[in-house]
């Protein structure tokens, strides 16, 4: 298959200096992976067409810049079988949120305990956003979380204590979320490279929801994450009844495979005896030794 796209507004954004503008690393991934497939890939653009100016060179540095894969640049429209433009094609926006507050009941404060020089918060932050944009959903009994993403200039929402389930929607609703990846803030080992696996996972089985966790876990308690469409949150938002359900964000959709399209993403081999989570003092010990080892 022969897929020709449009560069500006497609895989970057679309702005009246082509020297500034900035690359759309999703809709690179989706180019780089169709090329990857075995489809033939076209870019086309009309830099130049108005001013006769040649921004063949400049274009050509972005898209090696950017890592964009691809087999022929044209600076006019060519035939091709699929044409994708910012018209034809809105990029899906995926985003993490991480749940965060200061009132735990074991261990009060742990999103932001020291590990190693730096809060427990940040080493989840760095490793997810590694991979997904990233916002922060606390509330507004966690003040230290709020001045923390303040200093950091890391996205935040403020939400409901105990309804966790709203306050997920809500910061979906805030951020124009299409897919949402839920992570919790006391995972400070969460590994890149399971989350690549998970959003992979649930792009090609077309789920509704998908995790590495929940209804089996093969991975290292801790070193998981759950993937879900928004329409599957609203429904659960709209539906979900019991006071566990609105608390757990997610147990109303896992809970009706009737409804929703349902993916368990499994480890190669079976790690879930080693726990990553930090629970209580113990745990969070265990994580600086094994931090400060170097691993």
Known sequence: ??????????????TDGYEQTRPLRKAIERVNQRYLDGNYIILNTARGSVTGEDHRRLTERQLAEWGVRYHELHMEKPYADIYIDDRAEKPVKTMAIIQARMDATRLPGKVLLDICGKPMLAHVV???SEVLDVVIATTENSPEIIDYCKAHELLYYVGSEYDVLDRYYETAIQYRTD?????????????????????????????????????????????DAEIMSFKALETAWLNAIEPYDREHVTSFIYNHPDIFKLGVLENDTNQSHLRWTVDTEEDLNRIRTYKESGR
């Open 1 to 14: 298959m022969i897929y020709c796209y449009d560069i500006d507004g497609t895989i970057c954004e679309s």
């Open 126 to 128: 760095d490793s997810v």
């Open 179 to 223: 897919v949402i990846v839920r992570v919790t803030g006391d995972n400070p080992l969460i590994e890149p490279d399971m989350l690549r696996k998970l959003v992979r996972f649930y792009e090609d089985g077309d789920y509704d929801w998908a995790a590495n966790c929940r209804l089996k876990t093969t991975f290292q308690i801790g070193n």
